[in-house]
């Protein structure tokens, strides 16, 4: 009984004696500059200017990524790994050049109907903004593809990427709104606040966080 009288003295004293936890408003993150942790980029979304090029890149395995996601994913991978889980990079920044080739390229095989639905058009890729990485499995296995979710890396990362600021972009069931089927793979680092916020309001897309309009398409 004593006992519980003093843990219960504590978690009174730490509810009343601390300051509550800052807790950043939607309208305080900056979702329009290119350049924002926090920028919001989609098929209604270009960014501003469409040849955006992020200033501070820098190589993890090869790849380029920004440096604050680049701090985030090491920390994500390192702490897989001591769970037992490897975690690859398979894909980071893309510039605007590059996603044109890509994109191009898909438009030559399959038309753009078809285009649209593999790659984002040139200043419209996250992967733009050096803040989206793809993930995968050492093995390659369900290497970009939905099932990917349920492999080691894809589970590892469900269940713990909030924790390192970064966020599953492209959820199940939400094509509607961010105009990508599901990508289990894709995570959006957008800072450590703004990765609790969004998990703990529930809510499945940065659009209805932020209470943007859908984006399913291209004007
Ligand atoms: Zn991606």
């Known amino acids: 009984m004593k006992r519980f009288r003093m843990v219960m003295a504590v978690l009174l004293l730490g509810a009343a004696g601390l300051p509550a936890p800052a807790v950043a408003a939607p309208a305080d993150y900056d979702i329009d500059t290119a350049s924002s942790l926090q920028v919001v980029v989609n098929k209604q979304r ?24 680049a701090d985030a994913y090491k920390k994500l991978s390192r702490a897989a790994k001591a769970d037992g889980v490897a975690i690859t990079l398979v894909s980071g920044y893309r510039s605007y050049a590059q996603q044109e080739s890509l994109y191009n390229d898909y438009v030559r095989q399959y038309g753009q109907q078809v285009a649209d639905t593999l790659a984002a058009r040139p200043g419209f890729s996250e992967h733009q903004t050096g803040l989206a990485v793809d993930i995968g499995n050492p093995s390659g296995s369900c290497a970009l593809a939905e099932c990917f ?38 995570l959006r680092y957008v800072g450590p ?3 609790k916020e969004f998990e703990l309001s529930g809510e499945a897309t940065l659009e209805e966080f932020f209470g943007l309009p859908a984006a399913p398409d291209y004007n």
Not at 50 to 69: C, D
Not at 164 to 181: A, L
Request: glycine share 10%; no cysteine.
């Open 46 to 69: 270009p960014l501003d200017p469409a040849t955006y090029v992020p200033s501070a890149l820098v190589r993890v395995t090869g790849l380029k990524v920004r440096a604050e996601a």
């Open 149 to 186: 979710e349920s492999t080691p890396a894809g589970r590892w990362a469900a269940a713990h990427a909030e924790e390192y600021g970064f966020v599953i972009r492209y959820p199940k069931g939400s094509g509607e709104v961010t105009g990508y089927s599901y990508e289990p793979w894709h």
């Open 193 to 195: 606040a703004l990765a």
